[in-house]
């Protein structure tokens, strides 16, 4: 009897971690709706970054329905938090902003998520973050706006963006004669930028491709990436604290356009997710229409995106006192 059960146990263990386990994650997703929120307005990187990784998703849960939902407001701070308070059944997940892992490194009580505890299903890209000019504000070069005599408006997202808490704390480590100017979502700091309301802003070199080619714009420094027709902010940098802020920033690049859900959700939907997201995020058609819509594609999926997430919230004490003294005057 004893043999029995043991042998009974063992072959428990095994369909746990065969295929045909798997499939039972899969197939839970059949008939389901499955709402993807972004953190956003319409329009802009993570809108388009959000809509195509959920079409493709669908696609390899057969069976599904991805309904997009974008839930914008307070810098990405509602979406995120909706997500994170979500039932954990795999049926709730979405995409926010990376400037978020600011606010839960200095303790913002309105940050109601946990990302150490968050079920990380992937990460579309990594995006460089750049300094962008507009074709009115007459600055050319990094060097011309770090001297002006002039403050210059620079367009940012709301309260605990990554494009706010990025652009104060290089403006106070660089010491740049920025005002920033917040509440612009999607694409209205485009807009913004060709009204003449602000002349700069700081943001993922993806987004702002088409506007500089197009001619209403200048790429006058960039933040990681591989492009060498930017030069480096790091090579801007006079001090260690600078040096340390551009660093962290370079981090944050690594894990653009992120995906995830909330803590909790059973371990074999989840793995279903994860392999739905691997699969389309490697699918020749959505490598296609990305290339078409000028996105960078650098994907991962599942604990890889974790660890990364883990890695980044990191700071040393030094730059955590930094950012909370810089969030309190923001």
């Known amino acids: 009897m004893r043999m029995r059960v043991a042998a009974a146990a063992l072959l428990a263990v095994g369909m746990m971690s065969s295929p045909a386990w798997s499939q039972e994650g899969a197939a839970f997703f059949d008939g389901k709706t499955v709402t993807y929120i972004v953190a956003t307005d319409p329009g802009g990187g993570y809108d388009t970054n959000g809509r195509l990784v959920a079409e493709y998703m669908q696609k390899y849960l057969p069976g599904s329905t991805f309904v997009v939902q974008n839930m914008p407001g307070a810098g990405h701070l509602i979406g995120t938090n909706y997500i994170y308070a979500s039932e954990p059944d795999g049926l709730t997940m979405g995409t926010f902003n990376t400037g978020l892992i600011y606010g839960q490194m200095v303790g913002d009580p309105a940050a109601k998520f946990d990302f150490t505890k ?45 494009a706010t808490v990025e652009t104060g704390m290089l403006a106070k480590a660089l010491n740049l004669p920025i005002q920033i100017i917040d509440g612009y979502g999607g694409n209205e700091d485009q807009l913004a930028m060709r009204r003449g309301e602000v002349k700069g802003v700081i943001g993922f070199r993806s987004t702002w491709e088409k506007f500089v080619a197009e001619g209403h714009g200048k790429f006058i420094a960039q933040i990681g990436g591989s492009q060498t027709d930017v030069p480096q902010l790091s090579t801007f940098a006079t001090n260690d604290q600078a040096k340390k802020v551009i660093a962290l920033i370079e981090s944050q690049a690594k894990i653009a356009r992120l995906t995830a859900g909330p803590p909790g959700i059973p371990a074999d939907r989840l793995a279903a997710l994860v392999d739905a997201y691997a699969k389309a995020t490697s699918d020749p058609e959505f490598l296609a229409k990305a290339k078409s819509l000028k996105l960078p594609v650098e994907p991962l999926a599942g604990q890889p995106v974790a660890d990364a997430v883990a890695a980044a919230m990191q700071p040393s004490p030094e730059l955590v006192a930094f950012l909370k003294e810089m969030m309190k005057k923001e």
């Open 118 to 162: 968050m079920s990380w299903i992937g990460k579309v890209s990594s995006d460089p973050r750049v300094i962008v000019v507009s074709k009115e504000s007459g600055i050319e070069s990094f060097e011309q706006l770090a001297a002006s005599k002039e403050t210059v408006k620079f367009a940012a997202a709301g309260r605990g963006s990554a």
